[in-house]
């Protein structure tokens, strides 16, 4: 751990095969290690779908490394910010964290045309939350 607390972002999804590696794969990609990054799934897929790994590929972004994880309490404890896209009631809550709801399309099963506009929309809040986050931060 470092000297100064990182804040923490956790992206949940039901199969953590796609939107919410892509957030996490831009979060990493855009903040470096100024903020620590998790994604889970409720459900857990078996891989991070192909398309959405093309898709980030296109715009200099590498998740093919990235494996599906399973949900669990102690992420979201260690989280400061809770986005889930799509995971519903499964998300547990505890006080304290700040919780978004980023309505995505689920890029399961869609070719990488279809995922380059739900790519393109993650990018946009992602960057809006580095600012948020930075902004917090700094007060």
């Known amino acids: 751990m470092s000297s100064s607390p990182l804040a923490s972002v956790l992206f949940v999804c039901v199969h953590n095969a796609g939107r919410s590696q892509m957030a996490a794969g831009f979060l990493n990609h855009l903040a470096g290690d100024r903020i ?3 994604s889970a799934g409720s459900l857990p897929g078996d891989q991070v779908n192909p398309a959405a790994v093309e898709a980030m590929k296109e715009v200099g972004v590498d ?4 494996k599906p994880k399973v949900l669990t309490t102690e992420a979201v404890q260690a989280s400061d910010y809770v986005i889930t896209m799509g995971c ?7 006080p304290g964290k700040k919780y978004l709801d980023w309505d995505l399309e689920d890029p399961a099963g869609k070719g990488v045309e279809a995922v380059r506009p739900i790519r393109d ?3 946009k809040r992602i960057e809006a939350l580095i600012a948020e986050v930075d902004a917090k931060q700094e007060a």
Do not use: H, L, N, T
Request: aromatic letters at 6%; hydrophobic letters at 35%; glycine letters at 6%.
């Open 88 to 94: 519903g009631d499964a998300c547990p809550i505890f």
């Open 63 to 66: 998740i093919s490394d990235q």
């Open 36 to 38: 620590e990054v998790r």
């Open 121 to 123: 929309e993650i990018q």
